[in-house]
């Protein structure tokens, strides 16, 4: 072989070997050996390998003994500068470990789009020469622009952009004269300064405010959790902005992430226009030109705030002073395909690492994060009162049993609709359910409009036409009568578009809205949307969890919770905490001081301990209830918790799959561990493949990832044959 000849012929500079990853379904990274006169490249960078028949872009993990075995040379050093700093490759090697899952997806999934493939970030530049030096000293060079650009480049320790220097004709003469010559440089990571627009002024805080920020004030040198709790308009915002300020001052970086639908245009503004910085924003809707920008100044330090979503919270930080998260509790956090975590968590685990505060915000805290709370190993601070002095609505539930229903709604929740419409009011009626109907049936012969790759229905889109699965996203035209027997079809289950129909046919002239991801699909529209609410224009507000998040929705007077079954019914573990949080999101998201808001639940058990608990007792209260519920069934976060998941186009095989693992597992591992199943997914079949699940509990967790360790090693591939393909979800937040 070619390079072996070259280590002989060498033998005082061995070549060096480098541990690297690729992404892919490969536990480990792989060795490969440098050739002699290439530059090595640093951990973080990447380089181009051969792999297998082709080649491939990989990122350098660290240096590697050479081993005695044979090695492939690396084809080429990509970048000359790491793309990622120490500490944040070693956080993603700690989020490989903990998550279970394949170091190469992990640093691969924290790049931004533009560098996973070979995308070179080398820019045309220009140096000074040495003649060019005497040509400004003696003044050969006469031209005034042509004297600028060598002074520039005088003054500059490097080379100089070209586009950032002169116009293409003064730099062709200065190239022609030999004044300077053509490099080439790392782009630099540029970032504006200043936002450029008026600077909006802080209120003055109330009193809880003052005592959260000095209280994160005082501690910001150093690491520390804290969570602020403050019902929706307590002016939690105002707390960060108010710290994020001080962070901003003292020229440290501060890193704000958010659900992805709280992440407006309008929120954006509000900390550009207060903090008089241009926030570098990283979410997964930018075009990746714009992302990688914003990627690479917050890598260099150069942006100081940014604000993003999920994906954000493995972006370096070299300079951090401060991480916030807001709606701490919000699922959207957890990554739910793929390489499975959650930005809470990591962030929590990051702010560690990098020594430096954490904020976790929200009206409706995690059980997780409130038990570290009670537990004291979190600060807890509480915002009891709305910024605005509105008082917080009433909750009322409205026993719909043996009412005569009209699409979905009851006579009290249709006259309390009218009275607050009349009144002035606007009404939100929150039902997390998109479509019109959740299924097409036939009252003669039984037959249901299913999905053919999954065990789940069709929803029908009324004013699409199409029958749909929100699971694989497949779709059909809606059949005029039964397929199977041809008499007319029913509707079963309502969906916002029904309700919409139905308060447009009941409520005319007095215009609605409807907020789903249907109905926002299209540019601008859920912008014009809420801005038609804002105006007053629609007095009538329809839609899915999409209202509990991120808007609010000053002129809403009535808050009219449709369904409240389908939460408190659910079969994961963590429906009663899901409901109580939605419907105290939605709650809070209305009135203001002269209009007090009411908020009406509809519900068949108007008896449920949870929903009593929060008629009668404060959120903390629920919480404090549901968290003895889990310790009396020992789940999370009572116990530490991980799924594996397995799926195949065969049941059998996924079944059986598990089965092994399951028995090896018991055999292997002590009592700590406890097994449960195999049992079928929630969803038992998607996309055409058959589902099964494992739980896995521990009250260490240490026994937990010995436990998954042991999978690993026993079974040796997420790819095992026969078409299965199986995955470790730890710290699962739903078991579908
Ligand atoms: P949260 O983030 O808790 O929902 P915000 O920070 O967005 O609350 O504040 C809600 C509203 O109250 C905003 O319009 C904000 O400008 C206003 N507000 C917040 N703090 C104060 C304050 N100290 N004085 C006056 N208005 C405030
Ligand atoms: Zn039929
Ligand atoms: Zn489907």
Same mark, same amino acid.
């Given at each position: 072989m070619d390079h072996d000849h070259t280590a002989n012929a060498h033998h005082a500079a061995r070549p060096t070997c480098w541990t690297v990853v690729v992404p892919g379904p490969f536990f480990g990274g792989f060795t490969y050996h440098l050739e002699a006169g290439q530059t090595p490249p640093c951990p973080g960078a990447r380089v181009r390998v051969p792999f297998g028949k082709s080649e491939r872009v990989a990122v350098v993990i660290e240096a590697a003994e050479p081993d005695g075995q044979e090695t492939r040379p690396i084809a080429a050093v990509l970048d000359p500068e790491p793309l990622l700093d120490d500490r944040t490759l070693a956080c993603l090697r700690w989020a490989a470990a903990y998550y279970h899952h394949p170091l190469g997806e992990v640093v691969f999934a924290a790049l931004p789009k533009a560098l996973r493939g070979e995308r070179e970030l080398q820019v045309e530049a220009l140096s000074l020469t040495e003649s060019g030096r005497q040509a400004l000293e003696d003044g050969a060079a006469r031209g005034e622009r042509q004297r600028e650009a060598l002074a520039t480049l005088k003054d500059a320790d490097d080379a100089v952009p070209a586009t950032a220097l002169a116009a293409a004709a003064v730099r062709r003469r200065l190239i022609e004269h030999g004044w300077a010559q053509i490099v080439s440089m790392t782009a630099p990571a540029d970032w504006?300064?200043?936002s450029e627009n008026d600077k909006t002024t802080a209120p003055a805080l109330k009193n809880e405010q003052a005592v959260a920020v000095e209280a994160v004030a005082a501690g910001l040198a150093r690491f520390g959790a804290w969570l602020l709790q403050g019902v929706t308009g307590s002016g939690k915002t105002e707390v960060y902005l108010a710290l994020i300020e001080q962070v901003l001052e003292s020229g440290r970086q501060v890193l704000v992430v958010v659900p992805e639908i709280s992440l407006t245009p309008q929120?954006?503004?509000?900390f550009a226009r207060r903090l008089d910085v241009v926030p570098a924003v990283l979410h997964s809707g930018l075009a990746d030109g714009e992302r990688l920008a914003a990627w690479r100044a917050v890598a260099a330090g150069k942006a100081q705030l940014v604000i993003g979503t999920r994906s954000a919270a493995f972006v370096p930080l070299p300079k951090a002073g401060l991480i916030v998260v807001d709606e701490e509790h919000d699922a959207a956090l957890k990554q739910q395909e793929g390489f499975l975590y959650h930005a809470r968590d990591v962030l929590v685990w990051r702010a560690r690492q990098l020594d430096v505060p954490i904020l976790l915000g929200s009206a409706t805290p995690s059980l997780e994060t409130l038990r570290h709370a009670w537990d004291g190993r979190y600060h807890h601070l509480h915002l009891t009162e709305r910024a605005t002095g509105a008082p917080m609505p009433n909750i009322h539930c409205l026993d719909i049993r043996a009412q005569p229903m009209e699409g979905g709604l009851s006579p009290a929740l249709m006259r309390a609709i009218e009275r607050h419409l009349l009144a002035g009011g606007q009404v939100m009626l929150y039902l997390n359910r998109r479509g019109y109907a959740s299924s097409l049936v036939c009252h003669a012969c039984g037959w249901v409009a299913g999905c053919p790759h999954c065990d789940a229905f069709l929803t029908w889109h009324r004013q699409a036409g199409r029958l749909r699965c929100h699971h694989c996203g497949f779709e059909q035209g809606v059949p005029a009568d039964c397929p199977s027997c041809q008499a007319p079809l029913s509707v079963r289950g309502m969906g916002t578009e029904q309700l919409e129909d139905v308060l447009a046919a009941r409520f005319p002239g007095f215009g609605i809205v409807r907020l789903d991801r249907d109905a926002t699909a299209g540019k601008g529209v859920m912008a014009e949307s809420l801005a038609r609410v804002a105006r007053?224009?629609?007095r009538l507000v329809v839609g899915t969890q999409m209202l509990v998040k991120g808007h609010d929705f000053p002129g809403v007077s009535l808050v009219g919770v449709v369904n409240a079954d389908q939460a408190l019914f659910a079969s994961d573990f963590r429906g009663p905490e899901r409901f $109580?949080?939605? @419907?105290?999101?939605?709650? #809070?998201r209305a009135g203001r001081a002269e209009r007090p808001g009411e908020v009406l639940v509809q519900t068949h058990d108007p008896e449920h301990p949870v929903l009593r608990r929060l008629l009668s007792e404060d959120y903390e209260a629920v919480m404090a209830a549901e968290l003895a519920e889990r310790e009396q069934a020992e789940l999370p976060p009572t116990r530490f918790a991980a799924l594996v998941r397995a799926d195949a186009p065969n049941g059998a095989a996924a079944r059986?799959?598990?089965?092994?693992? $399951?028995d090896d @597992?018991?055999?292997?591992? #002590?009592?700590?561990?406890a097994v449960w199943g195999p049992v079928s997914a929630p969803l038992a079949r998607r996309?055409?493949?058959y589902r099964f699940q494992l739980l896995l509990l521990a009250r260490v967790r240490s026994v937990l990832h010995q436990a998954l360790w042991q999978v690993d090693e026993s079974v040796g591939s997420r790819r095992?044959?026969?078409g299965l393909r199986w995955s470790v979800d730890v710290d699962p937040i739903d078991l579908a």
């Open positions: 504006p300064s200043s929120l954006i503004q509000r007053g224009e629609a $109580a949080q939605s @419907l105290l999101q939605v709650a #809070g059986a799959f598990l089965t092994r693992v $399951a @597992l018991r055999e292997r591992q #002590g009592d700590e561990l996309a055409g493949r095992p044959g026969q």
